[in-house]
């Protein structure tokens, strides 16, 4: 007599299947979490890309700023005077600037001069700050001497120092650099030195610097400073 074995109905039980389900949803995470940190390792990429191709275009426009730097007198009134004094214009700070050039952001060195405001502000996020300029029509000596405040003296060597409005960031702002470590501006002293060449954090002296230098991060822009005749 002949036994036949009979088998039950082939099929997957609840726990294989909890167990598959689970190595799917870790799967699926995996991928996905390395879609994800691809996806934010390419944006920050392209955001540095994009910030070294801007700050390469700021440069430049750094240095034909600087080249054009014109001599101009500012005419301002002294609190109480009725006559006007002249003074030259010329804003050194750490992290402020301010002086008239030939050069136009909007019209390049074709265009007629303009009073050009550089400030330092950190961004809001603080990711390091950024640099904007602020580009104004130059109208001729009281346009730039309604800018200046008065004299005072200098706590350091006692000598008149010119006092400036701030610098104010608006809707037509120029923003040249963004997200950088730092940034300060320097002045190139007018004396020569055996030692090397000395710059200032601070221009106090009535004329203008032999050189500025934009210092930012790991970059910097310097421009000799040619004075250029006022056309």
Not at 135 to 162: H, I, K, T
Request: net charge positive; with cysteine; glycine share 8%.
């Amino acid at each position: 007599m002949k036994h036949r074995t009979q088998r039950g109905n082939a099929g997957v039980t609840l726990l294989e299947l909890l167990v598959a389900m689970t190595l799917f949803s870790l799967l699926s995470a995996a991928v996905l979490f390395s879609l994800r940190t691809a996806t934010s390792t390419l944006e920050r990429t392209r955001e540095r890309i994009r910030d070294a191709r801007k700050l390469e275009g700021a440069e430049r426009a750094l240095e034909r700023m600087l080249s054009g730097l014109l001599r101009i007198d500012a005419e301002f009134y002294e609190q109480g005077s009725n006559q006007p004094s002249f003074y030259l214009f010329f804003q050194g700070e750490p992290r402020a600037m301010r002086f008239v050039t030939s050069y136009s952001l909007q019209q390049g060195a074709r265009g007629a001069p303009h009073i050009v405001e550089f400030s330092v502000m950190p961004r809001e996020d603080r990711q390091g700050v950024r640099l904007f300029v602020n580009e104004l029509p130059y109208f001729g000596p009281a346009s730039v001497g309604a800018r200046m405040l008065g004299l005072q003296r200098d706590p350091a060597g006692g000598n008149p120092l010119m006092q400036f409005a701030p610098v104010v960031p608006g809707p037509q702002s120029f923003v040249l650099a963004d997200r950088l470590p730092n940034c300060q501006f320097l002045y190139l002293d007018r004396f020569d030195f055996t030692d090397g060449d000395r710059w200032l954090p601070l221009w106090r002296d009535p004329t203008l610097p032999r050189a500025i230098r934009i210092d930012m991060g790991t970059r910097a822009v310097t421009g000799q400073v040619y004075v250029s005749p006022i056309r």
